[in-house]
């Protein structure tokens, strides 16, 4: 049996919140295979974005554990971590993260720093990644000059740039409009295609039904979790 | 290149370009911060070099008595008591002595000190004048300029020769040669013979008002405070060679007057020594408190300008919470965001220090060229000036880069 590429055990995540407690995540347990492609869903405040953070090893649980590729992470300290999120997880942000006043291309060969390539590498490996999501003439532009559906190509360029194992998409069409979120979602299906294991939140349901598995969050927990039948595939 | 240097380098360059990009997005920001900075060290560096001046400028009015040497005078009557001053009369025949016995003395230059008035024409000048013997020429380094110095002969005879000082000079006869005319001092005419070389000024010091007269006529023609057997020296200069001890030269002079007028064991003796090393020492203990002082009063300023940098830097890492998050979520470790910071904090300093810097030496040249008092800015000082600027940004840029680094990649990628 393969090891699952993210597991949860036993997963809980509480916050005190006037004198009481509250249970972000109370005790999830699944696992996500290499090629899934997973769309989280549910109400603002169900714990899914609690729950992605935590696989993504941003956010800590209270108790439980989030393991990577088979490997246990609640013993890591913050420098393991950081590691790891740099060289086996990509994120996608609904708000795009870029930096201002810095190309695209220097944008996405951030990650790529912190992993100690040297610069001429970084270059080249950055100018493919943009090359590939089609911004190949759009290397040196900063952000303003870029539109939402452009920024967010660079945005996925940059998570891919170090190759990881595991695409993070925090509602990453959540600020664009219908159409270019048509055309980010094509492009998650033809990564995911093309080998690449997504987990994505979203709470609309057109864009949870490109991916492949539907899981459901509500008060913390897990109450549904079925492949998604009537899959949206979009022609290209 | 190892690859680990590398990297380092890598890193350290990107860290640079991340620096420079946030202060140029925040120029005028920048600029007043840097500004705090600027004048602290603007203060201290013309702190260290006004200190450094008076140094300069002090150990300059040592060295124009001469080279090496001792200086023998008695103790002053309100330190040691009248017996003592009476006994401790330091006479002729103690400086021949010390010439004779003690190895390593060049040359003697016993004298009488009064303050007189010089008349010639309608114009007079007050200076003091000094008897001496041929001996003081060659210990003190003073030269005739024109016409001639004291002789043994105008000694012997207690001639009514005077040699006179630039300053007095000019007082008295402006640019006329004067040699061969009669002035009067206090009352008694002496024919000048003999201009000395002119020795400048320090500290406000004028080396050039004085006149040299005879010992001999110095004793029988002026008043002095104490009065004076036939004998009597007020004060003694006693040249060294070089290369000779002045400590175990002073222990021997010492022991000699001991000696000679039976100071017991534990008694106090009549007379000081003095050398120009210890005058080298103590002058270089109080300049160099001076300095001290001088430089912890202007480091307050660079301590303001300090917090200011600290004030920003908090701004800074405020307002930039969520690209830590950022940062951290694509693989920043802490020390990656506590050196991107550190890094700016040091280069914002670095500048501000450079610019206090210019300031301090274009101040020093107008202070210079003003006050002819010397404010040297040497290499070491400009190199220290940027280098403790850096340290002062690491200093109060290290608890927001710290905090900075503390975030939790969540809760900073969460702030608006």
Redesign the interface.
């Given at each position: 049996m393969t090891v699952p590429l993210v597991e949860t055990v036993s997963l809980v995540k509480e916050y005190a919140s006037g004198g009481g407690t509250v249970h972000a995540i109370a005790g999830v347990s699944l696992a996500i295979a290499r090629g899934e492609f997973v769309a989280i869903m549910g109400a603002s405040g169900s714990g899914k974005s609690t729950f992605m953070?935590m696989i993504?090893c941003?956010?800590v649980p209270s108790s439980g554990d989030v393991r990577i590729d088979g490997t246990a992470t609640s013993a890591m300290d913050?420098?393991a971590l950081?590691?790891l999120?740099?060289?086996k997880i990509g994120?996608v942000?609904q708000q795009f993260?870029l930096?201002p006043?810095?190309t695209a291309l220097d944008n996405v060969a951030?990650?790529l720093?912190?992993?100690?390539v040297?610069?001429a590498e970084r270059q080249e490996r950055a100018r493919a990644k943009l090359g590939a999501m089609g911004l190949g003439d759009r290397l040196d532009h900063s952000p303003a000059k870029l539109s939402g559906g452009q920024q967010q190509r660079v945005a996925i360029a940059?998570a891919l740039v170090?190759e990881p194992l595991i695409l993070l998409a925090d509602e990453p069409t959540g600020a664009l409009d219908s159409q270019t979120s048509e055309d980010i979602m094509q492009l998650f299906q033809s990564l995911n295609d093309a080998g690449n294991t997504i987990v994505l939140v979203t709470h609309e349901r057109e864009v949870a039904d490109h991916a492949s598995r539907r899981i459901m969050f509500r008060d913390g927990k897990v109450i549904e979790d079925t492949p998604v039948t009537s899959r949206r595939l979009v022609k290209p | 290149m190892k690859p680990a240097f590398?990297?380092a380098a890598?890193?350290a360059a990107?860290n640079l370009g991340i620096a420079l990009?946030a202060l140029r997005?925040n120029l005028m920001r920048s600029i007043l911060t840097t500004l705090g900075v600027s004048i602290g060290v603007f203060a201290v560096v013309l702190a260290v070099a006004v200190g450094s001046g008076a140094q300069v400028s002090v150990m300059g009015a040592i060295n124009s008595l001469g080279s090496n040497m001792a200086i023998v005078f008695p103790v002053p009557d309100d330190e040691g008591g009248g017996s003592v001053a009476e006994r401790g009369r330091l006479t002729m025949r103690d400086a021949v002595a010390i010439e004779r016995h003690i190895e390593g003395v060049t040359a003697i230059a016993p004298q009488l000190r009064a303050n007189v008035q010089i008349v010639s024409g309608g114009r007079n000048a007050a200076t003091e004048a000094i008897g001496v013997t041929p001996g003081y020429a060659q210990v003190t380094n003073a030269v005739a300029e024109t016409g001639r110095f004291i002789s043994e002969a105008d000694v012997r005879a207690a001639a009514r020769t005077i040699v006179l000082g630039r300053t007095v000079v000019t007082k008295l006869f402006g640019d006329y040669d004067p040699i061969g005319e009669t002035v009067r001092v206090n009352k008694v005419p002496f024919t000048v013979v003999g201009i000395l070389e002119a020795k400048g000024s320090n500290l406000g010091e004028d080396n050039d008002d004085l006149a040299l007269v005879p010992i001999s006529a110095a004793r029988q023609r002026f008043t002095t405070d104490l009065p004076l057997g036939p004998d009597d020296l007020r004060i003694l200069f006693v040249g060294i060679e070089d290369g000779v001890s002045l400590g175990k030269v002073k222990r021997e002079i010492s022991r000699l007057l001991r000696d000679r007028y039976r100071v017991r064991d534990g008694e106090g003796s009549p007379f000081i020594i003095r050398t120009t090393e210890e005058f080298m020492e103590e002058t270089a203990m109080v300049t160099g408190i001076f300095q001290a002082v001088l430089v912890a009063i202007a480091s307050i300023s660079l301590l303001v300008g300090g917090i200011g940098i600290m004030n920003i830097m908090l701004v800074s890492v405020t307002e930039r919470t969520?690209?830590i998050g950022?940062?951290?979520?694509?693989?920043?470790?802490?020390?990656?965001i506590r050196n991107q910071f550190l890094v700016e904090a040091a280069v914002l300093c670095m500048i501000g220090g450079a610019i206090g810097l210019l300031l301090a030496i274009a101040a020093a040249a107008v202070f210079q060229a003003q006050a002819d008092f010397p404010v040297p800015i040497g290499v070491g000082t400009a190199i220290g000036a940027i280098l403790f600027s850096a340290v002062v940004g690491l200093l109060f840029g290290g608890w927001p880069a710290i905090r900075a680094s503390r975030l939790?990649?969540?809760e900073a990628?969460r702030t608006e």
């Open positions: 953070n993504g941003l956010d913050s420098d950081a590691e999120r740099n060289g994120f942000f993260n930096l006043r810095t951030v990650p720093i912190y992993a100690g040297g610069r940059r170090t | 590398r990297k890598s890193r990107f990009t997005v969520r690209e950022l940062r951290m979520a694509l693989g920043a470790k802490r020390s990656d939790s990649p969540i990628l």
